[in-house]
Each structure stands twice: as structure tokens, then as C-alpha cells.
């Protein structure tokens, strides 16, 4: 009889466990059907030299090799210490700049250098004082991070500050679903590993708009490596939540880029193929 309670209270374990990870799952998933999307047009290049600031990885890294293919002129911010090894191979133009020191952004960023920035610049899983991945992060809300020492507010105010000094006549900025009129749309497990950020990511977006630039603010959700789906997309909608890879990340930012009707908008990467989080694990 112990055995046969012992192996109940084991099978009723596990099917709570599952259950557990089934619920959280879908309530870290998006449900909202965006109202209306924004139709690709055919590129048209801005013309002048790009700097990208946060293009050394991730989703800022594939837009570099994108804007490559189209042959634009970029540069790319970086710092003393980061891996310049991908940038190295692509032969991409490079200056040393680290965007929590003023004077170092306003010296990457001479007066007439550059017509257009691409920000995709904040706070990686690596930066945080725990080293966690992001999905631990999110699980157990342990980001905790001194404000001053993250780039997604002051970091992104300098180069702001800077371009526009600068004359640059164009400002694209990739930041957070949550932020500003978003908040409703990001899943409510997803707010407590997101407490931090998303306040700086709404001042850093704040500060863009009352800037003298042409701007474009693009929210996407979680990011993954996974491959482009094709079928990711940009919507003003402010209720919708994806995941996203960062190349369709990167592909709906160059489109933007090329696309003038984008001017002074603020939209949601939404890939309609990736609204479920167990998307993630079969890329």
C-alpha cells in the first residue's frame, strides 16, 4: 500500500508539473490578432552614410549584413571590449565608442557624418550581474542591475543627443513591446523580468520623439536565433505580441528604413507564424 501511495503522489507530481509548464506556456503566448499591418514597399535607399549603434551581435548584426547586401555605407559603434571578430569578417567600417560615456558618443558622431542611426542598443543577458539566460531571467525576475550602468535609457539618450547635434535626419530605434501604449500587450508573467527595462525603454522612446528627427520605433517581443519565417510584419497596432527571430527582426527594420511612409511612426514586429512561446523550441 506505501508503494502504491508513494506512486501516486509521484504521478500527481508530474501531471502538476505539466500542467504548470502548459499553463505558462500559453500565457506567455499572444492571442491578439493585429487590426491592420503595414504593406512592404519596395526599397529606397536614404542615401548617405548609416552608423549602427549595438551592431556587434544579435539583431543588430543581421541588419548589418542586410544593409551590406544592399550595398549601403555603415559604420558600427563598438566598444574597447567587445567581439569585433563578425564585423572583422564582413569588412564593416568600425569606431570605438562606449554609449554610457557622453564625450565618447559625441566624438563617434562628428557634425555631418551621417544622414541616418539604427539603435538597437540595451542591456543583454551577459551584462546582467547575474549571467543568466533570458529565460531564467524572466522565470525569477532576478535582473537587478544599477539603472546608470544600462544602456537602454542613458546609453540611448547620448547617441540621441548626439545625432541630433549632429544634423542626422534619421533615427530608427528597435526597443520593447510594453513600453508606452504596449504595456497591455506584453504577457503579464513576462512584466516582472521586464520591470527594469521597459521604464527605459519608454523614456529612451520619449526622448527620440521630442528630437528634431525623422524617427521609426519598432517594438518587437521575444527575440529568437530561429530562421525567417517570411511572414513577419509591422503593425501600429499596440495589442499585439509575438515572438520574432532577429533576422526578421533586422529584415523589418531595413524595410522600414527604405520605406519614408515609416517617418515618425511607432510599430509592433509581429510575425503571426510565432504567436505561441513553444514556437521557440522548434526553431
Do not use: C
Not at 81 to 87: F, K, P, Q
Request: glycine letters at 8%; zero cysteines.
Amino acid at each position: 500500500m506505501r508503494l502504491v501511495t508513494i506512486g501516486r503522489t509521484i504521478a500527481y507530481s508530474f501531471l502538476a508539473l505539466i500542467l504548470a509548464v502548459v499553463t505558462y506556456v500559453f500565457m506567455m503566448s499572444g492571442y491578439h490578432t493585429p487590426n491592420s499591418s503595414l504593406t512592404p514597399a519596395s526599397y529606397v535607399s536614404p542615401g548617405g552614410k548609416i552608423l549602427i549603434v549595438g551592431g556587434t551581435r544579435g539583431t543588430g548584426l543581421e541588419i548589418v549584413k542586410l544593409l551590406l547586401e544592399r550595398g549601403e555605407d555603415i559604420t558600427v559603434t563598438v566598444r574597447k571590449t567587445s567581439n569585433v571578430d563578425a564585423l572583422n569578417a564582413l569588412g564593416v567600417k568600425q569606431v570605438v565608442a562606449d554609449a554610457l560615456v557622453t564625450e565618447q558618443v559625441q566624438r563617434a558622431i562628428p557634425r555631418g557624418e551621417y544622414r541616418t542611426v539604427i539603435s538597437t542598443l540595451g542591456t543583454s543577458a551577459s551584462d546582467l550581474p547575474t549571467r543568466q539566460n533570458p529565460f531564467q531571467a524572466l522565470v525569477s525576475g532576478q535582473t537587478k542591475m544599477d539603472p546608470n550602468k544600462r544602456p537602454d535609457f542613458i546609453g540611448n539618450r547620448n547617441v540621441i543627443d548626439a545625432a541630433q547635434a549632429a544634423g542626422v535626419e534619421r533615427f530608427i530605434f528597435v526597443t520593447v513591446i510594453g513600453t508606452g501604449e504596449s504595456h497591455d500587450a506584453l504577457p503579464s508573467l513576462a512584466r516582472r523580468g521586464h520591470n527594469e527595462v521597459v521604464p527605459l525603454k519608454q523614456r529612451a522612446e520619449e526622448h527620440l520623439r521630442v528630437s528634431n528627427m525623422k524617427y521609426t520605433i519598432i517594438r518587437p517581443g521575444g527575440l529568437s536565433n530561429g530562421v525567417s519565417t517570411g511572414a513577419a510584419k509591422l503593425t501600429e497596432d499596440p495589442l499585439s505580441f509575438s515572438y520574432i527571430s532577429r533576422i526578421d527582426t533586422a529584415k523589418l527594420v531595413v524595410a522600414a528604413l527604405g520605406d519614408p511612409l515609416t517617418i515618425d511612426k511607432t510599430y509592433t514586429a509581429f510575425d503571426p507564424k510565432r504567436r505561441f512561446l513553444w514556437k521557440l523550441f522548434l526553431d
